[in-house]
């Protein structure tokens, strides 16, 4: 060892080897491993467990510049590999079905007109109307473990929070969400592999989005249709509307992007304030004071320092092109490592350390460019909440297990725990 990596050969001699990626260390800490391609392979190809190749751009000034370029295409069409029928990419189990055609998988000028059309409903005001909503929801989860004294704040908490919230704001009935929760649970317990249940769950979740739409579209004049999904069928942008395809395409994104994400801002988030006892102070107090600014800026700092989304999603090179002084082959996918930009010592200020109270903390976490975040003042609501209610309502909270032991999904997109048992002192409804 010591001369170069050895995943793919990279880096000259003397410098030190590169860490192995996507092994179960990696999954726990991948940081170490970002910080020595940042240095060494700025732009790196590299064999994904899935097989397919791919370059991964880690420096900030980079992957800023990748989001944003229009030379990379979201079309899967594009991938070399999926033009010859080889290699895997996109939503496990959504191959061939018609929700493929949602706003992270196209390209302008389909993705103006549906952006636009759905930022017409997915309105910074609906979401701030439903915040009352998502403290309601907050607080009754945590009502249904507080006098136990103990939790997996996974699977208890950061889990049902965003499904919940995303089905309510969408129109889903309050009968039909434990559905929803049993689908997306399958999603996330499985994603990333083509397994049956994947497939299963997402069949059953667009059989459902498409009655669902039919059936609001029918009810569209009657009182009280003030649901996302009413609001995605009425909007209407130069007299165009959404097909009932365009729209169950982009209920189940809404769901889809806003689901596992958020559950990974809350768990991180969390994981990181009781590994920080300084930093998980601070927050508390601010929440108790109800200093909201420092609880926004401390859950941004929270995303930079330990974001839900590890790699944005897919790009492919529609020419050959230099990025990063690295040439890329037209057709060759590019994956952007948002957690390894956002700890780019070139861009930040002591990037390893959690500063809740940082300041100029323009972080990638969710993207850059035309396809950043739709749905980021939800989970800005959502983060701000849970973490907000959880500190003050258990003020003791402390982990339960050795963060040794604590075991991280091995997905690529995504960086979230498995379970976050923790204790404290058990209070009364
Ligand atoms: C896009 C992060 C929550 C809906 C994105 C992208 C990132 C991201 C990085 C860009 C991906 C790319 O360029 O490849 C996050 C994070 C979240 C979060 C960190 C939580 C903390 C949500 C929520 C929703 C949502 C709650 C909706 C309910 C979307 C949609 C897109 C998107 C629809 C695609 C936008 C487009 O392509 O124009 N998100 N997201 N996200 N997100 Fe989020």
């Known amino acids: ?16 080897p590169c860490p192995e990626l996507f092994t179960w260390e990696f999954a726990a800490d991948p940081y170490p491993a970002y910080a020595w391609l940042r240095e060494h392979a700025p732009v790196h190809r590299t064999r994904l467990p899935s097989g397919v190749e791919a370059w991964l751009v880690t420096r900030y000034a980079d992957a800023r510049q990748a989001l944003a370029d229009t030379r990379l295409s979201k079309n899967p069409v594009h991938h070399s590999e999926a033009a010859h029928g080889k290699g895997k990419v996109g939503i496990p189990g959504e191959r061939g079905a018609n929700l493929m055609t949602h ?7 389909d993705h103006t007109r549906l952006r636009r059309l759905v930022s017409k409903a997915f309105t910074p005001r609906r979401i701030a109307r439903f915040a009352p909503r998502v403290q309601e ?77 039919h059936r609001k579209r029918e009810a569209l004049g009657e009182e009280g249709a003030d649901d996302l999904i009413s609001g995605l069928i009425r909007a209407s942008d130069h007299g165009e509307h959404l097909t009932e395809n365009e729209a169950a395409a982009m209920a189940f994104i809404l769901l889809f992007a806003g689901f596992e994400t958020t559950v990974n801002l809350i768990g991180n988030g969390v994981y990181q304030l009781l590994r920080h006892p300084d930093q998980r102070a601070l927050l508390q107090k601010a929440a108790a004071a109800g200093d909201t600014e420092l609880l926004a800026a401390g859950v941004e700092e929270l995303l930079r ?27 060759d ?22 500063d809740l109270r940082r300041r100029d903390n323009q972080h990638l976490g969710y993207g850059h460019g035309i396809h950043y975040c739709l749905g980021a ?49 058990p209070v009364r409804k």
């Not at 010591?2 to 003397?14: E, L, N, W, Y």
């Not at 706003?103 to 000028?109: K, S």
């Not at 309502?393 to 075991?407: C, G, I, N, S, T």
Request: charged share 25%; net charge negative.
């Open 1 to 16: 060892p010591g001369t170069a990596c050895p995943v793919s050969g990279h880096g000259p001699a003397a410098v030190p």
């Open 333 to 354: 996918p590019v994956l952007v490592v948002l957690a390894a930009a956002d700890r780019d010592p070139r861009r930040f200020a002591e990037p390893d350390v959690l």
């Open 103 to 109: 706003l992270l998988n196209i390209d302008p000028p």
């Open 377 to 425: 003042p939800l989970a800005r609501l959502e983060g701000q909440a849970a973490i907000a209610t959880l500190l003050t309502r258990l003020p003791d909270l402390a982990l339960a297990a050795d963060p040794d032991d604590l075991r991280w999904r091995g997905g690529l997109i995504m960086r979230g725990l498995r379970a976050l048992p923790v204790e404290f002192t």
């Open 137 to 213: 929801l907050t607080d009754a989860l945590i009502d249904s473990f507080a006098e136990r004294g103990e939790a997996d704040l996974i699977h208890e908490f950061a889990f049902p929070l965003p499904i919940y919230a995303i089905c309510d704001l969408l129109g889903v009935p309050r009968e039909d969400q434990d559905d929803f929760r049993d689908w997306a649970g399958m999603m996330i317990r499985h994603g990333g592999g083509p397994r049956g249940g994947v497939a299963r769950s997402v069949k059953k979740m667009r059989g459902y989005l498409a009655e669902l739409i």
């Open 305 to 331: 320092y330990d974001g839900p989304v590890e790699l944005a999603t897919w790009r492919f090179a529609t020419r050959d092109l230099t990025l990063g002084g690295q040439r890329i082959a037209e057709g």
